[in-house]
């Protein structure tokens, strides 16, 4: 569900017309609807309102701090996986005790910061960064609370890359070995360890995977509570499906429906950290087409974004949906589907200007006739897209533009020549 929608065959976002901000914007852009990350957000809450949750949406998904400043004051807390990403949620006017923070890699200098902030929890990875913050936080005088991140080994059925609940990751430490973690620093003074984290990796489009997984954590949760520690809170971590091909991810109620009875009399706080499911839908990312080009039976449409703006496509071989941004009655399209099929429609590769085999946004799509100069819009670019741009081939990143209703404002501006170099003396 989003607000990007055709009116007589002009794509709008919410209620301002794409072709609008373009004019005055450019290309490419990203453009996110305010309505569709507020709306995410509210539907998580309201599912979970059985439980005492907290919803922290992960940073790392899209991390502008107008959009992070929106889903604060949406009393979303945030989970982040970096120094920099707590300094952005800081300035965005983030809750510090609504912050949890994971990561196999954490540095001395990042744990500090985390600890001088007062975030809510360390996602805890391993014994060793265990010794570390008992180590840095008896140093800063803190006491800090800590979950220990547990590998459920259940598989979300997702791309390997987005794989991080099974036993051969480096996240986490397996259940087996999770009590032996609490025995040893499961009652030590200087920092709290009092809850269980767990994050399948991302973009499943099951709910069976979370319950396997809840079903592992509770048995381990009554086990350490049998054992005499304190476990107040689950961290179900994130992960949560979201459309980017029309009604095939689970809604936040269907995934509720099965997990809040499981949680529901246990007498545990509820963390949610999902990222995509917010962010995903709330983004386009639009671009211009240049050239038109055959080679062989193979037709190409090659547009003024690259894999730099959005890697998502050769990455983890993503599916987004294209689709002009002006389309005549017959080629407005009732549903985001790869195998989308009209009348008229060419077979065709959406490809960008980088030096790269991998530079490609859609291979083998059929795509209403274009020309050059028409706005093609890729849709779903909220999650992962922005975050992991880069200015490779010395592109100057794209803008991003925030819509709410008719009102539009640049929330970040387009990189410049001298942006590039800026940096080096
Ligand atoms: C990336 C990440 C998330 C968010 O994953 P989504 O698939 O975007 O929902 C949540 N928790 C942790 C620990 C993560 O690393």
Known sequence: ??????????????????????????????????????????????????????????????????????????????????????????????????????????????????????????????????????????????????????????????????????????????????????????????????????????????????????????????????????????????????????????????YAAAIVPMLKGRNLKLILEPGASIAANAAILVTQVLYLKSSGSKRFVIVDAGMNDLIRPPLYNAFHFIWPAKVDKEFVPSCRHKDLQLAGTEVVDVVGPICEGADFFAKDRALPPVKRGDLLSIFTAGAYGFTMSSNYNARPRPAEVLVNGEEFTVIRRRETYEDLTRLEK
């Open 1 to 254: 569900m989003d607000y990007f929608c055709y009116k007589n065959g002009k794509l709008f976002a919410e209620n301002t017309e794409v072709e609008r901000i373009i004019a005055k914007i450019g290309t490419p852009v990203y453009i996110y609807s305010k309505a569709t990350f507020t709306n995410h957000l509210q539907k998580v809450q309201k599912a979970y309102s059985q439980l005492d949750t907290t919803v922290c949406y992960s940073v790392k998904a899209c991390g502008n701090i107008n959009i992070l400043k929106i889903l604060a004051e949406a009393g979303s807390g945030f989970d982040i996986v970096s120094g920099g990403e707590l300094y952005r949620t800081l300035q965005a006017g983030g809750e510090p005790s609504k912050i949890v923070y994971a990561g196999v890699g954490k540095t001395d200098k990042e744990i500090i910061e985390a600890l001088n902030a007062g975030i809510g929890y360390f996602n805890i990875e391993s014994e060793a960064e265990m010794e570390n913050l008992i180590h840095l936080a008896t140093q800063q005088g803190k006491c800090p609370k800590a979950a220990l991140r547990i590998n459920p080994d259940v598989d979300p059925k997702t791309h390997t890359y987005t794989t991080t609940g099974k036993k051969e990751t480096k996240f986490g430490v397996d259940i087996e070995r999770a009590r032996k973690v609490f025995a040893d620093y499961g009652k030590n003074k200087a920092v709290k360890l009092c809850a269980i984290h767990i994050h399948l990796g991302s973009a499943g489009k099951t709910v069976e995977p979370y319950v396997e997984a809840i079903k592992k954590a509770l048995v381990l949760i009554d086990q350490l509570r049998k054992d005499g520690f304190t476990i107040e809170a689950i961290d179900m971590g994130g992960g949560y499906g979201a459309d980017y091909t029309t009604g095939t991810a689970p809604s936040a109620e269907d």
